[in-house]
């Protein structure tokens, strides 16, 4: 990570990064945003340590009104500058805490995506023939098995596959680990695609070790995923755009309608907090309540 001019900053990356092992996307958002803070700080001649909770309203202001963000981008924000207020009360920088009144935008609850088991069944029986369609194919197929997230889909290496068991050990947010069970058709399929991998780049000896490599036998990028499943999408005639993170929805959802209890959930998707993972359950009442309308003789 790049050194940051504000030593005050610098010390609250560390904390971010060594501390509280935060993934690497959401260390460079609160870092950037804190940042964003110190500058209005210094604009209005005030160091961060020395700020009455009134200024912290007079920045919500500031990011609602003046520069007219989004709800989500003004929740972000604030929730940055809480934590760099946290880490300066641990540090002993300051003894009392300014953003303890200081009230986030209540944000609208996003029903997840996720496509149906006819799309699914549609997207996994569409035929592949060349390497980069096999590929595509392996990656939805366990996308939707295990509920990866798409950081953790490309990082996967050829250890971390274990297909005689029937599991993945997956590398999620802040380092953490956790394994998740595989059916066999995934296993099965996985097999495939690494007999396909192993002809397709016989002839070179310097591939790289993760599960899914570029056609250069390098590491896929995630660009090149959405790419490839969006592609797919629109050659199997799916309506719905094609993404990582539907896939993830989408396993998580079929579960519950399967009958998966919540708590094993949460350990497949390697949510932190049991609320993260309860948004499902919103989406299958949602789901209930359609079925219920088309199919009840009242409607």
């Known amino acids: ?13 560390n904390h971010l990064s060594f501390e509280r092992q935060l993934s690497q996307n959401t260390l460079t958002a609160y870092v950037a945003d804190a940042a964003h803070y110190l500058e ?24 609602r009104v003046v520069e007219n963000l989004s709800a989500a981008s003004v ?11 946290k880490f300066l009360l641990i540090e002993g920088r300051i003894t009392e805490d300014p953003t303890r009144f200081l009230k986030s935008p209540k944000l609208p609850q996003r029903m997840p995506e996720q496509l149906s088991r006819q799309d699914m069944e549609r997207l996994l029986s569409y035929p592949a023939e060349k390497f980069d369609e096999v590929r595509t194919l392996t990656m939805v ?22 297909l005689n068991e029937g599991w993945v050990l997956a590398l999620g947010k ?16 996985l097999k495939y695609y690494l007999s396909v991998r192993e002809a397709h780049f016989a002839a070179k000896t310097d591939i790289g070790s993760e599960l899914f490599l570029n056609n250069r036998g390098k590491k896929i990028s995630r660009q090149c995923v959405w790419k490839d499943l969006a592609a797919l999408g629109r050659k199997a005639g799916i309506s719905q755009p094609l993404h990582p993170h539907l896939f993830r929805h989408t396993f998580a959802s079929h579960l519950l309608q399967g009958g998966a209890d919540l708590r094993s959930l949460q350990e497949m998707l390697g949510h932190s907090s049991l609320a993260t993972t309860q948004i499902y359950t919103h989406l299958d009442v949602s789901d209930l309540k359609a079925k219920h309308k088309k199919y009840h003789p009242h409607g």
Do not use: W
């Open 174 to 189: 802040g380092g953490k680990q956790r394994f998740v069970p595989l059916h066999p058709t995934c296993c099965l399929r």
């Open 1 to 13: 990570m790049a050194e940051t001019a504000d030593p005050i900053l610098e010390d609250f990356k």
């Open 75 to 85: 929740f972000r924000k604030l929730e940055a500058v809480k934590s760099f207020y």
């Open 40 to 63: 209005y700080c210094a604009a209005n001649e005030l160091p961060p340590e020395a700020v009455p909770p009134q200024f912290l309203d007079q920045y919500a202001y500031q990011l």
């Open 141 to 162: 197929e366990l996308l939707y098995a295990a509920g990866l997230r798409v950081s953790e889909l490309i990082n996967l290496q050829l250890e971390n596959v274990n």
